[in-house]
C-alpha cells in the first residue's frame, strides 16, 4: 500500500499538477481563439530554460525564480502572437494551427541554439526525500510543485470570477459575438489569454524541470498528454482541464503498477503512450470531454 | 572531368534522391491535404511502417529482430504500401470523422504510440540500434553508376506517383475530393459518401507515404525510432507543400526539391563557415537548430506572403453559362 503510494500516486499527483498547469492555457486558447496550440509544449521548454537562465544568474532555487519565467515567457508569447499568428488570424483557423507547428519548432532550435543540447538541471546532488509518519517519503521539492500548483490554480479562480477581465475572457470563450457587442475588447483579451496560458506553460516547464531534468524536447514530449488532459476537461472549461490534467497525470502512473500480477500492467516505457491512447479514445468517443465542453467543427 | 566538378555532380544527384523521396512523401500529403483536405500530422506514423516492413522483408537473415526475409526490393516496396494503407483504413475509419485540429491530434497521437512501438519491441525491430544492411537497388554496380541508377529508381518512382496522382486529380474522383476540402456538407447534399471518399483519399495518401519511407529506408541503407521523429518526416514535408502549393502535384514535386535543396545547402553552407573559419567551431551543433529555425521562418513567410506556394492549384475554369446558373461565390467564411 505505501509502495503504491510513494511509487505511483504521489508521482501521478505530480505529473498531474504539471499537466494541469499546461491543459489550462490550452483549453483557454482553444476556447478564445479556437485552435489548437501545438506550440504550447514548446512554450513550456521556454519557460524552463529562461528560469535557468534566472537560476544561474541569482543563485536563487528554481521555485523562487518561478514569477520571473513566467513573465518572461508570457512576453515572448504576446510578442509571438503579434508577428506570426495575429496576421493569419482572418484566413481559416487551420492554417494558424499549422504555423504554430513552425512556431513549435523555431522555439525549440531557439531554445537548443542559446542553450546548447546538453542536458541541465536546476540543482546538483542527491535530495534525500522527507519521510512523514515513519513511511510516507515525498520529495521536498514535490511538495513545492504541487502548492506552486495549487496557488496558481487559486489565484486563475480569483482571476476568472472576480475581475472585468477574467469575466469578459469567459464570456468570450463563451460566445464571442455577444462579447463584442457588449463591449469586450478583443485585442485586449487576446493579449490577456497569451499572458495566463503562456505564464502556466511556463510554470509548468519549471516544475517538470525540477522534476526531472531539462532538455530540448521535454516540452514537445508533454504536447500530446496536455491536449489529452484539455480534450478530458472539454476544450473551453479551464476548470475540466484541472480535472483532466489530474487524471491523465495519475492513469499514466499508475499503468505501471502492478495491478493483475506481479509485473507491470504495463510496460513503463509506455507509459506516455497512455496519454496518447486516451486523447485517441477521447477524442473518438467523447469529444465533448468528461464535462461537456464545446465541440467545434 | 576535374574532381571538383565531379563531386559537385554527385552532390547534385545525391541532393536530387532524397529531394525525389521527400517528393512521393509530399504527393501523398497533397492527396489527403490538398485534394481532400484531411489534416494528417502523423506522417512520421505512416513512413515508419512503410520504411519497416520494407526494411524487414528485404534484409538478409539476422537474430536481432524479425526476418529479415531476404525478400527482392519490389516486393518490400509493395509491402510497405499494403501495410501503409490497412494501417491507414483501421486509423481512418476511426478519426476521419474528427475536425482537422482533432485530426490532427489524433494522428500525431496514433504516430507517438508506434514510434514507442517501434522502440520498445527489440525483438520486431531490434528497438533503438534499428534494422541495418537494407539492401538498395544497384547497389552492386561501380561508384557513380551506383548512385545515378538509384536516383532514376527514384524518379521514376515519382513519375509513375505523379502521373497516377495527376489522373485522379483530372478525373471524376478529383473533383468529388475537392468538392468535399471546399463544402462536405454541399457534397454530401449531392449524394456523395463524404466519409467512403474522405476514406479512400486517406488510405491512397498514406500507401504513397509508405512508399516513400520504404525509399528512404533503402537510400540509406538503415532504418531507426530516430528517423520518425516529428520533425524531418512529418514538418518537413507539410512545409514542402505548402511552400510548393497544396493541391497541385506539381508545386508538390517542386516544393519537396526547393525544401529540401534549402535544407541541405544550409548544412553546407554552416560546415563551409565553419571550415573557412569564418564562426568556431563550437557552433557545429548549434549551427543545426539555426537550420530549424530557418525552415520554421521560411513556413511563417509563406503562410502570411505566399500563401498559395509557388505553383498555386489551378482551378477549373467555369463556362460562361454554368457560371450565370451558379449562385454568387461566397467568401470564405472564418472557419
Known amino acids: 500500500m505505501l509502495e503504491f503510494v510513494n511509487f505511483y500516486l504521489i508521482p501521478g499527483l ?17 476556447g478564445i481563439l479556437r485552435f489548437a496550440h501545438f506550440a504550447h509544449g514548446d512554450m ?4 524552463a530554460y529562461i528560469a535557468l537562465s534566472f537560476v544561474i544568474v541569482s543563485g536563487w532555487p528554481a521555485i523562487a525564480v518561478v514569477p520571473f519565467a513566467m513573465a518572461a515567457t508570457a512576453a515572448i508569447a504576446v510578442g509571438i502572437d503579434h508577428f506570426f499568428y495575429r496576421p493569419l488570424r482572418k484566413g481559416r483557423t487551420i492554417v494558424i494551427v499549422i504555423a504554430s507547428f513552425g512556431i513549435a519548432l523555431m522555439i525549440r532550435s531557439a531554445v537548443q ?3 546548447g543540447v546538453q542536458i541541465e538541471s536546476y540543482q546538483t546532488g542527491i535530495q534525500r526525500p522527507l519521510i512523514f509518519f515513519d513511511s510516507l517519503r515525498i520529495a521536498e521539492r514535490h511538495i513545492y510543485m504541487v502548492v506552486g500548483a495549487i496557488v496558481l490554480v487559486a489565484m486563475l479562480h480569483l482571476f476568472l470570477s472576480r475581475t472585468r477581465t477574467g469575466k469578459a475572457m469567459r464570456a468570450m470563450s463563451d460566445n ?3 462579447a463584442a457587442i457588449t463591449g469586450v475588447s478583443h485585442t485586449q483579451i487576446i493579449a490577456w489569454t497569451w499572458v495566463i ?4 506553460a511556463a510554470a509548468a516547464g519549471v516544475f517538470l524541470g525540477m522534476d526531472t531534468q531539462l532538455t530540448g524536447t521535454m516540452g514537445w514530449n508533454l504536447l500530446l498528454p496536455v491536449f489529452a488532459a484539455a480534450i478530458l476537461g472539454g476544450i473551453g472549461k479551464p476548470y475540466g482541464a484541472i480535472a483532466g490534467g489530474m487524471v491523465i497525470g495519475v492513469a499514466e502512473e499508475l499503468s505501471s503498477y502492478p495491478w493483475l500480477s506481479d509485473a507491470p500492467l504495463l510496460a513503463p516505457s509506455y507509459k ?3 496519454a496518447f491512447a486516451i486523447m485517441v479514445a477521447l477524442l473518438i468517443w467523447r469529444p465533448a470531454g468528461l464535462f461537456s465542453g464545446r465541440v467545434f467543427r | 572531368m576535374s574532381d571538383s566538378l565531379f563531386g559537385l555532380m554527385m552532390y547534385a544527384v545525391a541532393l536530387l534522391t532524397m529531394g525525389g523521396i521527400y517528393a512521393v512523401l509530399c504527393l501523398g500529403l497533397n492527396i489527403q491535404w490538398g485534394f481532400t483536405g484531411l489534416f494528417n500530422a502523423g506522417i512520421a506514423g505512416f513512413f515508419a511502417i512503410g520504411a519497416y516492413s520494407s526494411a524487414l522483408l528485404t534484409a538478409p537473415p539476422t537474430p536481432n529482430h524479425v526476418g529479415g526475409f531476404d525478400l527482392p526490393i519490389p516486393v518490400g516496396l509493395a509491402a510497405a504500401m499494403l501495410f501503409s494503407g490497412i494501417v491507414a483504413y483501421a486509423v481512418g475509419r476511426i478519426c476521419l470523422r474528427l475536425r482537422s485540429d482533432y485530426l490532427a491530434m489524433a494522428t500525431i497521437g496514433i504516430a507517438e504510440i508506434l514510434r514507442l512501438i517501434l522502440k520498445n519491441e527489440a525483438w520486431l525491430t531490434n528497438g533503438s540500434r534499428g534494422i541495418s544492411n537494407i ?3 544497384f547497389e552492386g554496380l561501380p561508384a557513380p553508376q551506383a548512385q545515378f541508377a538509384f536516383l532514376a529508381v527514384v524518379l521514376v518512382i515519382v513519375l509513375f506517383v505523379y502521373v497516377l496522382i495527376q489522373r485522379g486529380a483530372h478525373a471524376p474522383w478529383g473533383r468529388v475530393m475537392r468538392a468535399i476540402r471546399d463544402d462536405d456538407i454541399a457534397a454530401s447534399a449531392v449524394g456523395k459518401d463524404v466519409e467512403q471518399l474522405r476514406l479512400q483519399s486517406f488510405v491512397f495518401g498514406s500507401m504513397v507515404m509508405g512508399l516513400g519511407g520504404a525509399l528512404m529506408a533503402h537510400s540509406f541503407k538503415f532504418i531507426g525510432p530516430e528517423a520518425t521523429e516529428p520533425l524531418l518526416t512529418t514538418f518537413l514535408v507539410w512545409v514542402m507543400l505548402i511552400a510548393g502549393g497544396s493541391g497541385n502535384n506539381r508545386g508538390a514535386v517542386l516544393g519537396a526539391i526547393v525544401i529540401w535543396t534549402i535544407w541541405s545547402s544550409t548544412e553546407v553552407f554552416i560546415n563551409a563557415t565553419i571550415s573557412w573559419g569564418w564562426v568556431p567551431q563550437a557552433w557545429a551543433t548549434q549551427g543545426a537548430f539555426l537550420r530549424v529555425f530557418l525552415i520554421g521562418l521560411v513556413l511563417q513567410i509563406v503562410l502570411q506572403r505566399y500563401a498559395k506556394g509557388l505553383l498555386p492549384e489551378r482551378t477549373v475554369e467555369i463556362s460562361g453559362r454554368a457560371r450565370a446558373a451558379a449562385p454568387r461565390a461566397q467568401p470564405e467564411s472564418a472557419d
Open chain 1, 14 to 30: 505530480v505529473l498531474g499538477s504539471i499537466y494541469t498547469l499546461g491543459a489550462i492555457g490550452v483549453s483557454l486558447l482553444f
Open chain 1, 197 to 200: 496560458g503562456a505564464g502556466l
Open chain 1, 44 to 47: 513550456m521548454t521556454l519557460g
Open chain 1, 176 to 178: 464571442p459575438s455577444l
Open chain 1, 272 to 274: 506516455t503512450g497512455v
Open chain 1, 113 to 115: 541554439f542559446f542553450w
Open chain 2, 135 to 137: 539492401p538498395r537497388p
